[in-house]
């Protein structure tokens, strides 16, 4: 399937676009457009227009996860386009905090999550999905099947809010968007808090007959040591994977480590980059 994808908003931008901490990639997928996250804010609306798109010819949307910086433009889209659901995670919920230190004295919860009542006040705007789950023809929602992903919620001080109090975020409400190209799968996962290589070999366990070949989104290796990002960069080169785009939050420092790694396989994501498979 000729795929085009257009990065929407991103923290890097080299020219009149606008930037932010968030990510938005219009997919051009087929005679589907297909809109992954919203950004954080309204820009990735500005941002559209300036580079010849219409929200309201988006035909699905996606959200990659349940973060601010992914949602937080979710009500702006549901304004401008009358006809696209918004495809999330059963387990999506205005629940996601991150444990913050204040002036190294005392500790705090602060929410990062989704808008609040945007579910409820959109609520025929949204579809929540279980599974790995057919969006389009060759276009797969495709959820986390590693266990034990609360570890990596523990370490990166990440929560979520149940009855029965705070428990380390499993990720649970974060997807990738998986779609078959003429150059093999390309995974988008915005921030892959998952790890990288579980995402990767999970769409391999999805897929088994199918060659993999990109990866896009951020890595969230923006936090990491120098030693950890290495070893990130190692694992990802020894999947086979050919193509790895990537920014929002795994950040300059890491780039450049892993650029080390990867070199001509590694492209930086930016605000305006296009795409093609």
């Not at 950004?39 to 010819?57: I, P, Y």
């Not at 995670?89 to 990062?112: D, P």
């Amino acid at each position: 399937m000729k795929t085009k994808l257009t990065v929407i908003v991103d923290n890097k931008s080299d020219d009149e676009l606008g930037s932010e901490w968030g990510l938005c990639i219009l997919c051009e997928y087929g005679d589907a457009k297909i809109l992954l996250d919203a950004g954080a804010s309204d820009l990735f609306s500005e941002n559209m227009k300036k580079l010849g798109f219409d929200t309201a010819d988006v035909d699905y949307g996606v959200l990659s996860h349940a973060h601010y910086d992914h949602a937080n433009g979710m009500p702006r889209f549901f304004a401008e386009n009358k006809k696209a659901k918004f495809y999330l995670r059963e387990s999506t919920g205005e629940n996601c905090f991150a444990r913050k230190t204040f002036l190294k004295l005392f500790t705090f919860r602060k929410y990062i999550g989704i808008p609040k009542h945007v579910t409820e006040k959109y609520a025929d705007r949204i579809e929540y999905v279980t599974g790995d789950y057919k969006l389009c023809e060759g276009a797969y929602l495709i959820p986390h099947k590693t266990p034990g992903l609360s570890a990596i919620g523990e370490r990166e001080l990440m929560f979520v809010r149940t009855k029965d109090g705070y428990r380390p975020d499993d990720f649970s409400h974060e997807q990738s968007l998986v779609l078959f190209t003429d150059k093999g799968l390309v995974i988008l996962n915005s921030c892959s808090h998952g790890g990288a290589v579980n995402i990767i070999n999970e769409v391999k366990e999805t897929f088994p007959d199918e060659r993999i070949y990109g990866l896009i989104g951020g890595l969230h290796l923006f936090n990491k040591s120098s030693d950890e990002i290495r070893k990130v960069s190692e694992n990802i080169k020894n999947t086979g994977i050919e193509y790895v785009c990537t920014g929002h939050c795994t950040k300059d420092r890491a780039y450049g480590i892993m650029k080390e790694v990867l070199g001509d396989r590694l492209l930086q994501l930016k605000t305006g980059l296009v795409m093609e498979f």
